[in-house]
């Protein structure tokens, strides 16, 4: 079975200041896909980035970036030039490939407060 | 866009009561997923279906059922609920590529209370 682990319960960031987000899983797969979510107050659960695991190149989305190690099992989330709209709780995810496409594993998720 | 809808969006049941929740993928989409999320946890994936047959299970209690209609909605079923059923249920769908990913779009959430 999957697992995915994020050690920070919780971090603070100074708006405009750049945070990192930490995130490892483990799993026999092969083929599979890493994800952040970010959860608001609103409950609402939003996709932030996704990276294929066959891809060596690091997933990118405006201000969020990802560093992907594949051997050491880390899926890290920069998130730069923080806003205060950021803060949320991020959740890191795992997710199978084909064969395997299906449920998403979730980790304990990361509070982040952004501090004006 | 549309989106993942789900109904309705607070549900507040007594114990041993039954409830029903809804979920409207968005179109085109194949496959449907039903997670809890209890109060300070991650969401907990319950059940999931491909083209209306289900196509994986996690920890879904034996009181709850879902299935997927023929348009495609999906309806989650629990019966006599008990307290620490009170939680968020999202749905989400997604639509398997020949790759593979399984890039979920989640609904609002359905907050369930049971008293």
């Known amino acids: 079975a999957q697992t995915v682990t994020q050690s920070q319960p919780e971090m603070s960031v100074q708006e405009a200041e750049t945070v990192t987000l930490s995130c490892t899983y483990d799993?026999?797969?092969?083929?599979?896909?890493l994800f952040w979510y970010k959860q608001p107050p609103s409950r609402q659960m939003i996709l932030v980035i996704r990276q294929e695991a066959y891809k060596q190149q690091n997933a990118t989305e405006n201000r969020f970036s990802v560093n992907f190690q594949k051997a050491a099992k880390s899926f890290s989330l920069k998130i730069s030039d923080s806003q205060l709209g950021d803060a949320a709780m991020y959740f890191c995810?795992?997710?199978?490939?084909?064969?395997?496409?299906?449920?998403?594993?979730f980790g304990d998720g990361t509070t982040l407060t952004v501090k004006p | 866009a549309a989106g993942v809808i789900q109904s309705p969006r607070h549900l507040i049941k007594e114990k041993r009561e039954t409830a029903t929740l809804k979920c409207y993928p968005i179109?085109?989409?194949?496959?449907v997923y039903w997670y809890q999320q209890g109060p300070g946890q991650d969401p907990q994936f319950l059940i999931s279906?491909?083209?209306?047959?289900?196509?994986d299970k996690g920890s879904i209690p034996d009181r709850f059922s879902a299935q997927q209609f023929s348009d495609y909605h999906s309806e989650l079923n629990m019966s006599s609920l008990e307290l620490g059923d009170s939680a968020l249920y999202f749905c989400a769908s997604s639509l398997l590529t020949a790759s593979g990913a399984n890039v979920l779009t989640f609904g609002a959430g359905s907050r369930l209370t049971v008293l």
């Open positions: 179109p085109r989409h194949d496959t």
């Open positions: 279906f491909y083209e209306k047959m289900q196509s």
């Open positions: 799993t026999s797969e092969s083929d599979y896909y």
């Open positions: 995810a795992y997710g199978g490939g084909l064969p395997n496409a299906g449920k998403s594993t």
